[in-house]
């Protein structure tokens, strides 16, 4: 046997709620998105509650529960239907944490054919409350039937992904247009695939650039000419240092929405395995020396496939706007009248930091950190080199491998101490992530000798001396010796 669910219109509908702690808080903040009028039995109420009593929100009666409450005819005011009725309540919650109460409670309601929760308690429960997915007036609702409540709110979290912020005002829009698109579709099959072009479509990616005019237009468009071919679009999106766990919800979402993935050899496997299945991939990386060929194919490739009427995602390892030429190809897009959008990713230098336990600023040890790029000499020559020489700031070198030499050279020569503490971060957040850690006057000889390759981040600084002891990720940092009041966390 199953539950049989059902969606209740509880606007001004009179609920006594049994208790008021946080428990019942959490309740009763739904049972008021729902417009229900709600009475809450208490002898104490938590602050939120307090404050909503306060407010005239809710109703507060200060006191044990006893039957007389479910028995109110007019709870709060409501006018009584003409007494027919043994309780004027629609609903009960019970949300106490007393055992024998909550049976009481629930047998009274029963008794008087009030629906009855109890919190937590199936069994005693004429109706669950179901773990829901927001985005209203669209709403999934989940249950186990009491199962296995864990279960519901794990599959709740992944529809929670699953599940466009646009969706909300999608619906909202769809629901004030209702009656045109029947009129234009009156056959069921050609409605329904005008709403299936909806979701995918240029409103609904309108709505998630927070965009309602024009989407309400795009709407209007879509309604007058639903032949319309769907514009193609690129999403400029960062894929994250090489974990699939730091890719933003965003990211996740256009890489299932794509038809074509072109992404850099940055972009590890677990994160490309998270893509469409269907979707065409593209590798587009670069290899040393030939950078503005490669470029110039991406920009074609770019073109070629939002031309075409694709959902083009742009994967880049990483921020796309952070030493990844996001701006160029936007400016290219841009100039060609594609349209565009950018996810942002976490950059190698936060991801870097983070898995090698080293906070990039710390009260005690840096008030500043930068950004730095250093692939080769011109770069080199570039950089204000006596302000990265300052003292109490972190540096977060980009593809730096090569420049280690020439690094320390200016550092030292600019005044940098030679005991200033480093970490090179090669393959951060991934199985073979490997820190290597030593002093300024040590650098490119470590990283020689422990080998490392590209992609690799060196953060230099006062806080990089605390990848010793902060560690948590993978191996322990290798490399010099650690100092004597560090060499047991070594
Ligand atoms: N847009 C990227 C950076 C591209 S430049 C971002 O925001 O992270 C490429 C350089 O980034 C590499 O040479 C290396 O210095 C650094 N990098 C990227 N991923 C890395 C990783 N997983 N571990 C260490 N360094 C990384």
């Excluded at 619906?171 to 299936?196: K, M, T």
């Excluded at 605390?466 to 948590?472: E, G, N, Q, S, V």
Aim: aromatic share 4%; glycine share 10%; charged share 20%.
């Amino acid at each position: 046997m199953s539950l049989y669910p059902l969606f209740a219109d509880l606007r001004q509908r009179a609920v006594l709620v049994v208790g008021g702690g946080a428990v019942a808080a959490r309740k009763i903040d739904g049972l008021l998105r729902a417009g229900a009028a709600v009475t809450v039995v208490a002898p104490a109420l938590e602050p939120t509650l307090a404050a909503l009593a306060a407010h005239a929100r809710i109703r507060h009666v200060a006191a044990r529960y006893a039957d007389e409450w479910l028995d109110e005819v007019s709870p709060g005011g409501e006018k009584s239907n003409g007494g027919d009725e043994p309780s004027g309540y629609w609903l009960v919650i019970v949300a106490t944490s007393d055992g024998a109460l909550n049976r009481r409670i629930a047998a009274a309601a029963q008794r008087r054919r009030v629906f009855v929760n109890v919190v937590d308690d199936g069994t005693l429960s004429s109706f669950h409350v179901p773990a829901v997915v927001d985005r209203a007036p669209l709403q999934v609702a989940i249950s186990s039937g009491g199962a296995a409540p864990m279960l519901a709110r794990l599959l709740r979290e992944r529809l929670e992904t699953m599940l466009d912020d646009a969706l909300g005002p999608l619906a909202a829009l769809a629901a004030r247009f209702r009656a045109r698109i029947r009129a234009r579709h009156p056959e069921p099959a050609a409605r329904r695939r005008f709403y299936s072009s909806l979701f995918g479509g240029a409103v609904a990616d309108l709505l998630r650039k927070h965009q309602p005019a024009l989407a309400e237009a795009a709407f209007e468009a879509a309604v007058q000419a639903p032949a319309a071919p769907i514009a193609g679009s690129v999403a400029l999106v960062g894929a994250g240092p090489g974990d699939p766990g730091l890719l933003t919800l965003k990211a996740l979402r256009a890489l299932n929405e794509a038809d074509v993935i072109l992404h850099d050899r940055l972009v590890g496997p677990g994160v490309l395995a998270l893509a469409r299945r269907d979707a065409t991939m593209i590798e587009v990386g670069k290899t040393g020396g030939a950078h503005s060929t490669a470029q110039e194919r991406i920009h074609a490739l770019l073109l070629e496939h939002a031309r075409a009427g694709r959902r083009v995602v742009r994967l880049k390892g990483g921020d796309p706007f952070v030493f990844g030429r996001g701006g160029e190809e936007l400016e290219f897009l841009r100039a060609h009248g594609i349209g565009y959008e950018v996810v942002p990713g976490i950059t190698a230098a936060l991801a870097c930091a983070a898995y090698a336990g080293v906070p990039l600023t710390h009260r005690a040890h840096a008030q500043s950190v930068r950004f730095v790029t250093a692939h080769c000499r011109d770069s080199l020559d570039m950089l204000d080199w006596r302000a990265l020489a300052q003292e109490r700031q972190t540096l977060a070198v980009y593809m730096g491998v090569a420049g280690l030499e020439t690094l320390r050279e200016r550092l030292l020569a600019h005044g940098r101490a030679a005991a200033t503490p480093f970490a090179l971060v090669e393959n951060g957040s991934t199985e073979t992530q490997r820190v290597i850690a030593g002093t300024l006057n040590q650098l490119p000889e470590l990283a020689n000798a422990h080998r490392v390759r590209t992609p690799a981040l060196l953060i230099l600084g006062e806080v990089a001396a605390l990848a010793r002891t902060l560690h948590w990720y993978g191996t322990p940092p290798l490399g010099g010796a650690p100092g004597p009041s560090l060499r047991h966390a070594a």
